[in-house]
Nanobody
Framework: VQLQASGGGLVQAGGSLRLSCTASGFSLGYYAIGWFRQAPGGEREGVACMRSSDGKEWYAGTVKDRFTISRDNAKNTAYLQMTNLKPDDTAVYYC??????????????????WGQGTQVTVSS
């Protein structure tokens, strides 16, 4: 059972990246999905969340209208489309899944599974 995150890289400010998070050993469609990030010296913070029950989305204020969370249950994969990237978006990004399926005011409330991080670096 694992989550595999991928898609990070180096991009110039204003550019775009799409992160992927593929589940193995369980059906991601039954789980809420969360994306988190941790910048150097900072705490891990939630950036986006999607409930499994109704697909309702939540975004942190710093990424709202720039990032989009989505899922493809047939591929057992979730995505985070990031546009208009800024240097402040530089961080290690993590995906997470939770069967309880609750997205709170800071993102996914509980986590059953974490993916490994993928580095996103935005140059100015």
């Amino acid at each position: 059972v694992q989550l595999q995150a991928s898609g990070g890289g180096l991009v110039q400010a204003g550019g775009s990246l799409r992160l992927s998070c593929t589940a193995s050993g369980f059906s991601l469609g039954y789980y809420a999905i969360g994306w988190f990030r941790q910048a150097p010296g900072g705490e891990r913070e939630g950036v986006a969340c999607m409930r499994s029950s109704d697909g309702k989305e939540w975004y942190a204020g710093t990424v709202k209208d720039r990032f989009t969370i989505s899922r493809d249950n047939a591929k057992n994969t979730a995505y985070l489309q990031m546009t208009n990237l800024k240097p402040d978006d530089t961080a290690v990004y993590y995906c997470a899944a939770d069967l309880a399926g609750i997205c709170g005011w800071r993102g996914l409330v509980e986590v059953d599974y974490w993916g490994q991080g993928t580095q996103v670096t935005v140059s100015s």
